[in-house]
Every structure is written in C-alpha cells, then in structure tokens.
C-alpha cells in the first residue's frame, strides 16, 4: 500500500521519480527555492524520510505549511509534530528564516520533544535570539488558557565540525566543508542508510569536497545557476556568484567525477531559462549521466 501510495504521487507531481519500488529511502524536497520570491517554489529544504522518520536539511520559508502538504499526501514522518531532527547548511536567511517556525509551529502543533538541531558556529546564539524575541508568545501558551507542553518549544543545539554528526540506527549523516563566498563555515550533508547513500551539497561553489563526499552515491543534490543567462547579470553579481554558487558547466564536470547514480537540481537560478534549459547547459558541457530538475513536493 505504501508503495502503490508514493508511485502514484510520482507519477502525479511535477518533476517526481518513483522510488518506493526500489528504495525505504525517500527524498521529499519542501522547497527548492533561492532569495528569490518564486511563488512556485518555497524556500531552501530537504527533507530525507526513512522508516517513519523524517531528517530536514535547511529551514527556508514556508517548511512547515511545505512540510504538512506532504504529510496530508502520505508521508507522515513530515507531520509537523514529527519535524524533531533539523540539519543546517549555513546560516544565511533564506536557510534558516523557516527555523523559528520549525521550533514553535511544530511545538504548537504537538510537539513534545525538544528539537535536536545541527549547524555551524552560530547556530546557538541564532536559537537563543530567537527563543528571546518569541519569549512572549512561549510565556503565553505556557501559562496562559492554552493547552501547551513544556518541552516542545526547546532546542538541543549541537555546533558540529566536518565528520560524522550523526547515527541513529536508521541514518548516518556526515557533514563536510563546503566553500560558499563569504562564510567562514558551511557545510554539505551525506545521508547513508542500508539502502541508499544521499548527498545534499548546501549552497556552494564548484568543490572537490562533494565529489569526495559523493564518490558514486546514489543520488547527489546539488545546487546551480545558469552559466549562460550568468553573463547577463550585472557584474558586481557576477563576482558574488561566481564564488558562492555552481555553474551549469562547474557542475557538469564535477558530477561527472562524482559518479552520482542520479543528479538532481535544486536551489535552480534561472536568471531567464528554465529546467530545461539548464539540464540542456549541463549536456552540452558534457554531463551525459541522468539529471533531474526538482519541484517542490516532488518525491526522488
């Protein structure tokens, strides 16, 4: 039933491919998104689902709503009072703006355990400042009428270092550095479990660090930007991408070396083209290996 249920959501959402057939492990994208205010497409998150657990990568705008459609389609690992484990790539907004909403959106909903969260130096004092500008509202549903718990709302953060962060039984994750313009620290995530190896990049310019993380993973996440439509940004642009983010022609070649059994895009910058448009950059770069365009709520 389960698998008959996540086929035919495949076969039904845009840019979806069928895996319950072959794998426990799903990739559910809840919001493959930039800075950039794409209606279509919420803000920065992933989330792994294994055995009715839900794993989240990064926290962009709208996780949670992103994160109860598909719960309301079957997968109910991303309920939002399920939403307990939450790794971040780095710390810029569009990352992390749907965090506060993880916390208290997931806690208000029935959350009783505290939030396990993993990110970069920074990330305590991100959730101490908000904990403290959302101090009131906590006050009020804990000893207002409302029905509230006294757990839920809390955070166990862990600042990690390159290396496996990670191990409970159901998925290993390990985080490596990545180079994305001017952080200090970022960092790509590799989930394995025992039926499949997943690789999230974050956001990044072209590295040696995923082709080495990856090394013929199953399936490779991997942001990108149109190294065609890259010329006709302005220049002072131009600059800041080029050291933050990976071209259509960066990413050919680094998949290429990667060996990754399936690409997958995310974090797409168009910039005027389409998916299409960018898969048709990456083969005439000479990626020549399977490439999929991600939607959001797509299933892969």
């Known amino acids: 039933m389960r698998g008959s249920l996540v086929l035919a959501l495949a076969l039904t959402l845009p840019g979806c491919v069928a895996r319950a057939q ?103 004092a991100m959730v101490d400042h908000l904990l403290a500008a959302y101090s009131a509202d906590i006050r009020n549903r804990l000893d207002g009428l409302e029905p509230a718990n006294e757990t839920g709302y809390l955070v166990n953060v862990h600042e990690i270092a390159p290396g496996m962060v990670f191990d409970d039984g159901n998925v290993k994750v390990t985080a490596f550095a990545v180079p994305h313009g001017d952080w200090e620290v970022a960092f790509g995530y590799r989930f394995d479990s025992a039926d499949r190896s997943i690789v999230i990049s974050g956001d990044t310019r072209a590295s040696d660090a995923v082709v080495t993380a990856c090394n013929g993973c199953d399936l490779l996440l991997h942001e990108v930007y149109s190294a065609e439509r890259f010329k006709t940004r302005p220049p002072e642009w131009q600059r800041y991408h080029a050291r933050a983010h990976t071209s259509t022609e960066e990413l050919a070649a680094l998949a290429t070396r990667a060996r990754a059994g399936q690409l997958l895009l995310y974090h797409q910058l168009y910039w005027g083209t389409d998916d299409a448009g960018l898969i048709a950059e990456l083969a005439r770069a000479g990626y020549a290996r399977a490439v999929v365009a991600a939607r959001d709520l797509g299933i892969y």
């Open 22 to 124: 072959v794998s426990a492990t799903q990739v559910v994208m809840l919001g493959t998104g930039t800075p950039n205010a794409d209606p279509d497409r919420s803000g920065p998150a992933v989330s792994v689902v294994r055995d009715g657990r839900s794993y989240l990568v990064d926290a962009g705008p709208g996780i949670v709503r992103r994160a109860a459609a598909a719960a309301r389609l079957g997968f109910t690992a991303l309920e939002p009072k399920n939403l307990k484990v939450l790794f971040l790539t780095h710390l810029h907004s569009d990352h992390t703006i749907g965090l506060p909403d993880v916390i208290l959106s997931s806690w208000v909903l029935e959350r009783t355990t505290p939030l396990e969260l993993y990110g970069p130096p920074g990330t305590k």
